[in-house]
């Protein structure tokens, strides 16, 4: 199966199989009908550029190829929002401040008749694109990140008859990442970068692709053509074309520009939020509610994507510098690296400040998201602290209305014994003799007491008495009760944290007796084992 598989790579059948002429999905772009790529040539001091159809590719890769080409893949963006939010005020402030976007920019991969515009569409038709990788016999498996999403750092070296190295090839992709909070969109560039060295011509083939699913980094894909340009119209350029390293550096330091400009908002961000957390205003406690708290975990949760892509471009920036190693070895046949010449030297000190660089950024976002991660405890807790202040308040009313329903019940105990006085001894203790004539409301009416009324008296007042002292003694019993649990709570937890104690002072002990009795035995040993040579030595 691996043989096959070399073999159908050899003859580019691998490659018709990877990029397949369905669209799936947003991820993998369509072809164009006809081709427009736009290739940058430089040869021996004198630059090119040219945008070229199906016809106008034949003609290209049948000539001589230069010291160096870039072969631009630009699909355009699947969504055009840009110029949408450019119009907030919010928005456009926050672009003019951290220089993340050009009202003026346009982007170089929308056709020159935009009513032509189709989203996620390559500026290459397949069979286009099949002779290029055919033409200079690119690996197959850079399909992937071709028309993928993939990101991977992969490498192929081939050699010829005689064990020598013919040709280098290295692929990977890197991502410039930007969060827009006033938006809520993400600024995500892929910068994929394909290199293929021959050995033999001394020429480098570079294959770029910048993918975006929005056109908010238009300004980013811009710089970055521009600088492409200005790198093949330059005469010193053929000092460095023989190097496949050199040329592909500007996407490093364009990328940490990206980071370094996207890493303003989020930071302002929670600064802003972190001064109404401890904001105090009329008494109040804090100012909880007006923290914006999704807007805290978006802001999060882009910082960690920002460090996931940072932490990746990092460990490019590493494989590609064990990959400058193996060049001047093998291909180069310089082995020490004092014998070396100065591209070599400035490659890699440009490697070493990008990953200073890069690593700095990667810092600089995590402490932002500490921070931000900080503040959301800090939410959490103040809440906390809010709903116990809110359990005090109730704790609070609830004592009130204990303490009114004990006075109900102190009133209804004051009046139960008489009314049950009365109700059982409730004979003809009062009574009103009516009159002959026959009227209750008459004067000459009189109203007699029974000789026997201080009877009512003798049993309320010592069953009023009775009852409430039956009442304090059980009410002063309870408390006594619940204070006597509390108590040995109490007792209890303290004698756990005195054996505690007592174990870890245990444990330092024997700690402190073991390494003594070590340091005793360590000379004893010694003296034991030099026993025979002082001895001798006597």
């Known amino acids: 199966m691996f043989a096959l598989a070399l073999v159908n790579a050899e003859s580019g059948q691998l490659a018709k199989q990877e990029l397949k002429a369905d669209v799936p999905s947003w991820r993998s772009e369509g072809y164009a009908d006809d081709s427009s790529v736009e290739i940058l040539d430089h040869d021996h001091g004198v630059g090119r550029a040219q945008r070229c159809n199906d016809r106008d590719l034949d003609r290209v890769l049948a000539e001589t190829p230069p010291q160096l080409r870039f072969i631009l893949l630009l699909p355009t963006v699947h969504e055009r929002i840009a110029r949408e939010f450019s119009q907030r005020t919010v928005a456009a402030d926050l672009f003019k401040m951290n220089e993340m976007y050009d009202n003026e920019a346009v982007d170089p991969a929308d056709p020159e008749d935009l009513a032509m515009w189709k ?58 990442r930007a969060y827009f909070r006033e938006v809520d969109k993400d600024a995500d560039l892929k910068i994929t970068i394909v290199t293929k060295y021959d050995v033999a011509t001394e020429s480098t083939v570079v294959i770029l692709k910048y993918r975006s699913f929005n056109d908010l980094p238009i300004k980013l894909k811009c710089e970055l053509i521009s600088k492409l340009k200005e790198l093949i119209h330059q005469k010193t350029t053929k000092s460095i074309a023989h190097s496949p390293f050199a ?23 929670v600064r802003k939020e972190e001064e109404k957390a401890h904001e105090l205003h009329k008494g109040s406690k804090n100012e909880v509610n007006a923290i914006n708290v999704r807007r805290l975990q978006l802001t999060l949760r882009n910082l960690d994507q920002d460090k996931l892509q940072l932490t990746q471009i990092i460990g490019t920036i590493k494989s590609l510098r064990n990959q400058h190693e193996a060049f001047y070895k093998y291909v180069k046949r310089v082995s020490a690296p004092e014998d070396r010449d100065w591209l070599y030297l400035r490659v890699d000190e440009e490697l070493n400040r990008l990953d200073d660089q890069l690593n700095y950024q990667r810092s600089s976002i995590e402490d932002v998201s500490g921070r931000a991660q900080r503040l959301l405890d800090l939410l ?53 003799e009516e009159n002959k004539g026959g009227s209750d409301n008459d004067p000459g009416s009189s109203f007699r007491a029974s000789s026997h009324w201080w009877l009512l008296l003798v049993t309320i007042i010592p069953l009023t008495a009775l009852t409430f002292l039956i009442w304090s003694i059980w009410r002063s019993r309870t408390e006594n009760e619940i204070a006597l649990k509390i108590m040995k709570e109490d007792e209890e937890t303290i004698t756990l944290q005195d054996l505690e ?24 040993t010694r003296q034991y084992r030099r026993g025979p040579d002082i001895g001798m030595a006597n």
Request: net charge positive; glycine share 6%.
């Open 119 to 176: 989203g996620s569409r390559l500026n290459v038709s397949r069979n286009a694109l099949l002779k290029i990788m055919t033409k200079y016999d690119i690996a197959p498996g850079t399909c992937s990140h071709i028309r993928g999403q993939e990101q991977i750092f992969g490498s192929r070296t081939m050699k010829n008859n005689k064990n020598e190295v013919a040709a280098v090839e290295i692929w990977y992709a890197v991502r410039a």
């Open 247 to 269: 040329v592909t550096l500007m996407h490093f330091n364009c990328t940490a520009q990206w980071y370094r400009r996207a890493a303003r908002d989020p930071r302002d961000s």
């Open 380 to 432: 959490f807790n103040l809440a906390g602290q809010q709903n116990a202040r809110w359990s005090e308040k109730v704790g609070k009313q609830a004592m009130h209305e204990s303490a009114n329903m004990r006075a109900v019940a102190v009133v209804t105990m004051l009046f139960l014994p008489g009314t049950f006085v009365s109700r059982i001894l409730g004979t003809n203790l009062f009574s009103q």
């Open 501 to 524: 104690r007592l174990n870890s002072r245990r444990k330092s002990s024997f700690a402190i007796m073991g390494s003594s009795l070590a340091n005793i035995k360590r000379p004893w």
